[in-house]
Structure formats: C-alpha cells, structure tokens
C-alpha cells in the first residue's frame, strides 16, 4: 500500500477532515477555541464596530418595496 500525499486532496477531503477534527475535539477545546475567538474579535474592536453599523443604520431612512423612504 502506497501513503498518501496529504497536499493531494480535493477541497472536499479537506472539508471532511476539518468536519472530523472538530467533531473529534473535547467540549472543554471546543469552549477554549470559542473564548479565543471571542477575545480575537475583542481585540480588533469587532463589537464596537457593529454597534456603530448598527447605530448608523437605524438613523438612516429605509427604503420601502415601491421606492419611497420609510422614516
């Protein structure tokens, strides 16, 4: 039996296997890796960020479905 070269898979193996190798993480991983990316996007000010998109959108008008602007 010939190894197989692990740079020659489709994108679908690759998927597959990233699928597995989360699947196959203990709960207390899975919570590590949820608070590290909670603190990454912290970091980069992620929430402040929405909040002002938030913020901007709702002081805009919205434009209705015949064209108009809904204030």
């Known amino acids: ?3 197989i070269d692990p740079l020659q ?10 699928l597995r ?4 993480l203990s709960t207390d991983d899975k919570v ?3 608070e590290e990316m909670v603190a990454f996007a912290a970091s980069f000010g992620a929430r402040d960020r929405l909040a002002g998109r938030r913020a901007s959108q ?3 008008p919205r434009p209705t479905t ?3 602007t809904d204030e």
């Open 66 to 68: 015949d064209g108009a």
């Open 1 to 3: 039996m010939t190894a």
């Open 32 to 34: 590590a890796f949820f």
């Open 21 to 24: 190798q989360g699947i196959a």
């Open 9 to 18: 898979c489709t994108f679908e193996d690759a998927r597959r296997n990233h």
């Open 58 to 60: 709702a002081s805009t």
